[in-house]
């Protein structure tokens, strides 16, 4: 056994690196700049976690969602590691003053990349030595990524002002333009690349598409016969996650929860621990759900809405089968889920009307931008990223609007920008789309989208290569065991919420 799985075993007691990660840490340990895309479930997190006890200095974890990072540290609390922290808007001001008070005392930090934009912090994390900055879930920093973050664009300045520590990049799912993309936003040097094909054989891709909602329903209903569990059922609202969970609940005797941006803190960390041991067969979720899940044996994805991009549909169906069991993704979609993702991914954008009001001339516009924007109304979104790319232009300055440039050129170029983004997302919706012709196998599409080479026969590759297979609760009954880490010994969520609670009040 090498040096590097003694002292895997002794921190997190795994007997094995899972593939990829044994080559991910040794080349983040030899202070080379990383980027490495493993799908969801091939242990992302341990490609930093080992790095942090190993490595002298501090790690930064940048993280795009706040929940997740919570979860991530309450996990990692869960396991008996005293020395992660997070700082983020979720913290009230006496937990963020803590967290900052000992400083020292971590060993690895999760922030959001909107915390990293605030000067006086970037000065007080410089105090310390940061031996490695990560960036997870990096396609947020590439223009041709989904969720795309403007605040993401200044963590190649953040890292200079660190002294530029070794950067590790970690994604699910990326095409070749988005790898350049950030390789060359966060100025890395000659990085290391690691790649795991993103096709995944133990999952059976099925897609159903139906006339009309009553028949979605009736078809999700009929799916719930026999289905392999646990399993997590996207939605594409919050009121469809709540209704398909008391669906589930009543016509498959399932035990079933929902789980959104609106249930409270103390529900999702109760939700999930009950997922997590077993105590609930079915979550229904909108995608805020199952980034930071660690369950390796998630049978069954259902997705009840079509969502944005290929890239997004990867990130959520391999969530299923990270233990290498067979395992199922299931589409259902009707005709207005179509619609509702494309309003949806049109409105990630400030459309023309917005921007017209907020330019000098326009009704909503002050010589503030604060007030400009708070008298339209904008979203914090479209706030951050305004504010970004108006100060880029030189269009603001210190927050004021800079009358001396030419802010109608600016307008346009905006403009122009956002026309292009908006086309670019519609193309990679249409890819999606895809999905619902009924006579193109799955996988190649896949394939395709990622130049992949073709992988031999599967036995149950989609709905298309095997019209009348399923996957059912019985195909892998008891045949092979998970190589997850025991969680605390105590076994009820009840408990375990408790010790959690507990360590969160201590920090
Ligand atoms: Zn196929």
């Not at 969720?147 to 660190?162: C, G, H, N």
């Not at 919050?238 to 941006?261: F, I, P, S």
């Amino acid at each position: 056994m090498s040096d590097l799985e003694n002292e895997l075993r002794r921190h997190f007691g795994y007997r094995s690196f899972r593939p990829y990660q044994k080559e991910v840490v040794e080349s983040v340990l030899a202070e080379s700049d990383t980027i490495a895309f493993l799908p969801t479930g091939m242990g992302k997190s341990l490609c930093y976690q080992l790095p942090a006890k190993l490595m002298t200095g501090l790690t930064i974890v940048v993280s795009p969602l706040v929940s997740l990072m919570e979860d991530q540290v309450i996990q990692l609390r869960s396991k008996g590691e005293k020395n992660a922290a997070h700082l983020s808007s979720l913290l009230s001001n006496e937990e963020r003053r803590f967290v900052l008070k000992h400083l020292n005392r971590w060993s690895l930090l999760f922030v959001s990349p909107e915390m990293l934009s605030q000067q006086w912090l970037v000065k007080k994390l410089a105090a310390r030595k940061v031996s490695l900055f990560v960036v997870d879930e990096a396609h947020c920093i590439s223009q041709w990524g989904h969720e795309f973050r403007t605040d993401y664009l200044r963590l190649a300045d953040v890292r200079k002002s660190l002294g530029q520590p070794v950067c590790l990049a970690l994604t699910a799912t990326a095409t070749q333009e988005v790898e350049e993309d950030i390789v060359s936003k966060m100025h890395m040097v000659r990085p290391e690349r690691f790649r795991a094909p993103v096709n995944r054989g133990n999952i059976f891709l099925q897609v159903h598409t139906c006339e009309n909602e009553y028949e979605k329903q009736r078809e999700f209903v009929k799916y719930l016969q026999g289905f392999a569990q646990p399993a997590i059922c996207y939605a594409g609202t919050r009121q469809d996650a709540e209704d398909y969970a008391h669906l589930a609940a009543k016509t498959g005797g399932l035990r079933t929860a929902y789980y959104h941006g609106g249930v409270s803190k103390e529900d999702r960390i109760m939700i999930q621990q009950q997922f997590l041991n077993d105590e609930l067969d079915m979550i229904c979720a909108t995608n805020a759900f199952g980034m930071g899940i660690d369950k390796s044996d998630i049978r069954t994805i259902i997705h009840l809405y079509l969502p944005q991009s290929v890239e997004q549909y990867l990130q959520e169906t391999g969530r299923a089968g990270r233990d290498g069991g067979q395992s199922a993704a299931k589409m259902i979609v009707a005709g207005d889920d179509v619609r509702l993702s494309l309003r949806m991914l049109q409105r990630d954008l400030p459309d023309s009307r917005i921007i017209a009001s907020i330019f000098p001339g326009g009704l909503y516009h002050r010589p503030f931008w604060n007030e400009t924007a708070e008298l339209a109304g904008l979203e914090d979104i479209y706030h951050r990223m305004l504010h970004f790319y108006l100060e880029q232009a030189g269009a603001l300055k210190e927050g004021k609007w800079d009358y001396t440039v030419q802010t109608e050129e600016i307008k346009e170029r905006l403009l122009e920008r956002f026309r292009r983004r908006r086309f670019e997302k519609e193309r990679q919706y249409k890819k999606m789309q895809e999905f619902l012709n009924k006579d193109t196998c799955i996988r190649a599409l896949i394939r395709d989208y990622f130049n992949e080479e073709p992988e031999s026969q599967l036995s149950l590759c989609c709905n298309v290569c095997h019209p009348n297979s399923q996957v059912d609760a019985k195909m892998n009954a008891g045949s092979f065991q998970t190589d997850s880490a025991p969680v605390n010994g105590s076994g009820s969520w009840r408990n375990m919420l408790q010790t959690i609670l507990r360590q969160s009040e201590e920090t």
